[in-house]
Nanobody
Framework: QVQLVESGGGLVQAGGSLRLSCTAS????????MGWFRQAPGKEREFVAA????????YYADSVKGRFTISRDNAKNTVYLQMNSLKPEDTAVYYC?????????????????WGQGTQVTVSS
């Protein structure tokens, strides 16, 4: 069992930056691929970014490519999402997720564990 706790959300003006963190319990964090997803009000949850167990493979949604960066520190059991040049349309609850295979995917159904989410609000 893995427990995930997100932090770092908040209110920021358009063009600003935030860094989200997701810390996992357990000693096998390095065995998991990790992903970030988001859900805006009235919309379905969507893929944002994902990273392999080693950090060597990363995937991004087209809408965030070039602005967001996913990374991980296995020694700290933490995955990060650096978000730059934020836009009002990035406003959403952001969730981190873990999957026991080491390779990441963009599909929500492939992830086994989920955090509770952290709110990101970007004002115009």
């Amino acid at each position: 069992q893995v427990q995930l706790v997100e932090s770092g959300g908040g209110l920021v003006q358009a063009g600003g930056s935030l860094r989200l963190s997701c810390t996992a319990s357990g000693r096998t964090f390095g065995s998991y691929a990790m992903g970030w997803f988001r859900q805006a009000p009235g919309k379905e949850r969507e893929f944002v970014a994902a990273i392999s167990w080693s950090g060597g493979i990363t995937y991004y949604a087209d809408s965030v490519k070039g602005r967001f960066t996913i990374s991980r520190d296995n020694a700290k059991n933490t995955v990060y999402l650096q978000m730059n040049s934020l836009k009002p349309e990035d406003t959403a609850v952001y969730y981190c997720a873990a999957r026991t295979p080491r390779l990441p995917t963009m599909r929500e159904l492939h992830y086994d564990y989920w955090g509770q989410g952290t709110q990101v609000t970007v004002s115009s």
